[in-house]
């Protein structure tokens, strides 16, 4: 069973495929859709869908609504809070997860923008992109490729 969350303003509300089976679907027309659950009919027009954002805009019952929704994953990052970085406050590279390093893609002495790619870390059996939040110089590289890190660990000083 997968789980979701659905936001909407301030207001998550998980929801799951046994949530979304409780009820009938019907496909009205393009993007129009009716939806009857516990004897409530709800009508619902799709305006937009922003797959990379996970947002979803929409007239419900006569109503927009503009809401986002997180699958499991982005719920368990949320809940590690691996989504929350410091940007701003420090240059340096922290890890704020433990992983494997696969591969470090600057050198000391290399000047780096905000946004550059700075080493590929596995973690949770996924590749990740760990980029430098803000621009200077690699002063130090504290790791090596096949090297495993911990949470918090320095990983690139950047002055």
Same mark, same amino acid.
């Given at each position: 069973m997968k789980n979701y969350e659905v936001t909407i303003g301030n207001s998550s509300t998980p929801l799951s495929n046994d949530d979304l089976d409780k009820g009938d679907l019907i496909r009205l027309g393009d993007n129009q859709y009716n939806y009857l659950s516990d004897h409530k009919s709800h009508t619902a027009e799709i305006l937009n869908i922003d797959v990379e954002s996970k947002t979803v805009e929409l007239k419900l019952n006569g109503k927009f609504i503009s809401c986002s929704i997180s699958d499991e994953?982005?719920?368990?990052?949320?809940?590690?809070?691996?989504?929350?970085?410091?940007?701003?406050?420090?240059?340096? =590279?922290?890890?704020?997860?433990? @992983?494997? #390093?696969? /591969? &470090?893609?600057?050198? *000391?002495?290399? +000047? !780096?923008?905000?946004?550059?790619?700075?080493?590929?870390?596995?973690?949770?059996?996924?590749?990740?992109? =760990?980029?430098?939040?803000?621009? @200077?110089? #690699?002063? /130090? &590289?504290?790791?090596? *490729?096949?090297? +495993? !890190?911990?949470?918090g660990q320095l990983l690139i000083e950047i002055e």
């Open positions: 994953l982005d719920m368990m990052i949320k809940t590690m809070k691996l989504g929350s970085s410091k940007k701003g406050k420090s240059k340096n =590279l922290i890890s704020n997860m433990p @992983g494997l #390093v696969l /591969s &470090i893609q600057v050198q *000391e002495g290399q +000047a !780096v923008v905000a946004g550059d790619a700075l080493m590929i870390l596995e973690a949770m059996k996924m590749e990740n992109v =760990l980029k430098a939040s803000a621009d @200077g110089i #690699v002063k /130090s &590289i504290n790791c090596a *490729e096949k090297d +495993a !890190v911990d949470k």
